[in-house]
């Protein structure tokens, strides 16, 4: 089944595709195909989660962080280029895809070209949706999808690596099985990990899959209910987290920024009260304890996103009357 669930994410994807463990498994790997080492930079999106930072670091890499664009709230591109000109060649770049929203791959791709950086991407939020009609992940040297508990589809936890380059999908593969050679007794010539996905959640991947389609019609609905909701309450002041594309976007998280921290506060707070959950976007990378000493090109833009963004319940399971509460509170 979990060769099944890889042919599947190949069609998906338009690549091949090894699933894994977990996202965070899946980018390790690529880390490990590209050799990161101590003494190594690698830049990524400030606005993102730690795990796609964290296995470059756990190989002794130091992280540079780069501001979003305020239009799409992705990794900005005049400040990417700044950071790949100051810096002497970086190991990679890891471009992080934001709650069901592609980043621009033509664009993206054209810039780490010109620096001779390879490009990796990850596309653990916007499995199902698209890039100017490429699929998720279908871009640079390799991404990696993760299928969470809480993302679009899910193995309860799983991940994959994926590429068009399919030695880089096969090297993943193989090291995700502890680098066993293929001989009939146990050969090693490298270390590798126990990271491939189960045959059981292999299966749970297939049967997500075809339910796809309708978790991202539901997804782009509970969205359009937020929209009006906000559209009919102009005193919040409510407006949508910047999407370049909105038709693309999968809309896995619905994302609204408030005028003021004030406002954003008081809304969770009544969410809250009627114990809805609600959660501010992604903290910045650059403003966690853990990187305080890393260098970061701009900063402002995912600042205030983070001080006046609200990911918003947006589970496709939510019925009319759970979006009644919710309005009912707004
Ligand atoms: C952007 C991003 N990268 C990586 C991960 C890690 O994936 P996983 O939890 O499957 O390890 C997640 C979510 O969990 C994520 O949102």
Redesign the pocket.
């Given at each position: 089944m979990v060769d099944e669930f890889d042919r599947r994410l190949g069609a998906l994807s338009r690549q091949h595709a090894a699933a894994v463990?977990?996202?965070?498994?899946?980018?390790d790997l690529l880390m490990a195909e590209l050799g990161v080492s101590s003494g190594d930079s690698v830049v990524t999106s400030s606005l993102?989660?730690v795990?796609?930072i964290g296995p470059a670091v756990h190989r002794g890499a130091t992280p540079v962080f780069v501001d979003s664009d305020p239009a799409t709230g992705l990794i900005s591109l005049p400040l990417l280029q700044r950071a790949l000109r100051d810096k002497r060649k970086p190991k990679c770049v890891i471009a992080?895809?934001?709650y069901g929203q592609c980043c621009d791959y033509d664009a993206l791709e054209a810039l780490c070209a010109e620096y001779d950086v390879p490009l990796i991407v990850?596309a653990?939020?916007s499995v199902g949706a698209t890039s100017k009609g490429r699929p998720a992940g279908h871009a640079g040297l390799a991404a990696?999808y993760?299928?969470?508990g809480?993302?679009i589809i899910t193995t309860s936890?799983?991940?994959a690596v994926l590429s068009r380059d399919p030695e880089i999908v096969c090297r993943a593969r193989w090291r995700a099985q502890q680098a066993r050679e293929p001989v009939q007794w146990y050969e090693h010539r490298e270390i590798g990990f126990n990271y491939r996905m189960s045959n059981l959640l292999g299966a749970l991947g297939c049967a997500q899959l075809d339910r796809l389609p309708t978790i991202i019609r539901r997804k782009r609905r509970i969205f359009e209910f937020y929209e009006k909701a906000f559209a009919a309450r102009p005193k919040l002041g409510a407006v949508p987290f910047p999407c370049a594309a909105p038709e693309e976007s999968t809309h896995w998280l619905s994302v609204f920024l408030f005028p003021t921290p004030a406002v954003r506060d008081a809304v969770a707070a009544r969410l809250a009260a009627a114990n809805i959950e609600s959660r501010p976007v992604w903290k910045p990378l650059h403003l966690q304890p853990t990187f305080r000493n890393c260098r970061v090109y701009g900063g402002t833009i995912v600042e205030d996103f983070f001080n006046c963004g609200l990911c918003l319940p947006s589970g496709a399971g939510l019925t009319r009357k759970d979006l009644a509460r919710i309005e009912a509170c707004l």
């Open positions: 463990a977990s996202g965070t498994a899946a980018l993102t989660f795990a796609t992080a895809d934001l990850d653990a939020e990696v993760s299928f969470n809480n993302k936890g799983g991940g």
